[in-house]
């Protein structure tokens, strides 16, 4: 199946800080990219959909200058979580599209202390 | 009621036993149905693809599709610990978005 990669795999950072979380598609081109967060013992919660060359679209409830996703090139998109606080911590994962199958990065534990 | 309903377990069974998941939906608009596993603190890692009714088989999973019941199926034959893991159930239509909508997952636990 195709590569996602993420990284990085896991983070700890100040709150108040903000981190960069990349998802790239190591061998295919992702015009459509999805990020997702995940809580323990729960199911994924689609954040937003990342689309190369314009503006992300986001799920209802997710605040979009928290939660800042760029896709510049048909290979990468990134998701930085501006002014990180406690609560922000989870397990954050993309996934990206090869024709109709879904395919998903290692994750990134993200710990906000 | 959610779009997609997976028992969350913990199914735990012995080694060598087969393993039945299951995900019930109520969207008649999905066509493409999907398994994931999921180790703990890792991505899902897609396991079966399918779209139409009927069984598909790879190795020791089958994937079970029943549009007409809105019922979808995952069997795993002789069940090893290393199966181990949260199966997660995802399906979508066929628009253009391409968003899956996934199931609450079922952890699995297979006993030496």
């Known amino acids: 199946g195709a590569v996602v990669s993420q990284h990085p795999s896991w983070v700890i950072c100040k709150s108040g800080t903000s981190v960069k979380i990349e998802c790239r598609s190591l061998?295919?081109?992702?015009?459509?990219m999805f990020w997702y967060r995940q809580f323990p013992k729960q199911s994924l919660m689609l954040m937003a959909t990342?689309?190369?060359?314009?503006?992300?679209?986001?799920e209802q409830g997710v605040e979009k200058d928290k939660f800042l996703i760029n896709h510049a090139s048909l290979t990468l998109s990134t998701l930085t979580v501006t002014s990180a606080h406690p609560e922000d911590s989870s397990f954050y994962i993309c996934?990206?599209?090869?024709?109709?199958?879904?395919?998903f990065g290692q994750g990134t534990r993200l710990t906000v202390v | 009621q959610k779009e997609v309903e997976q028992d969350p377990g913990p199914l735990s069974v012995p080694e060598g036993a087969i393993v039945s998941l299951n995900c019930t939906y109520s969207?008649?608009?999905?066509?493409?149905f999907m398994w994931y596993r999921q180790y703990s603190r890792k991505g899902p890692e897609l396991l079966m693809y399918?779209?139409?009714?009927g069984n598909k088989e790879d190795g020791r999973f089958t994937a079970q599709v029943d549009k007409s019941s809105k019922y979808i199926s995952l069997f795993i034959r002789d069940s090893q610990p290393s199966d181990s893991a949260t199966y997660l159930c995802?399906?979508?239509?066929?628009?253009?978005?391409?968003?899956?909508?996934f199931g609450s997952g079922t952890r699995l636990l297979v006993r030496p």
């Open positions: 996934s990206a599209t090869v024709y109709t199958e879904a395919f």
């Open positions: 990342s689309n190369e060359g314009s503006k992300a679209t986001y």
């Open positions: 995802a399906m979508r239509s066929m628009d253009s978005s391409y968003k899956l909508i």
């Open positions: 061998d295919f081109q992702a015009t459509t």
């Open positions: 399918t779209y139409s009714s």
């Open positions: 969207n008649s608009a999905f066509q493409y």
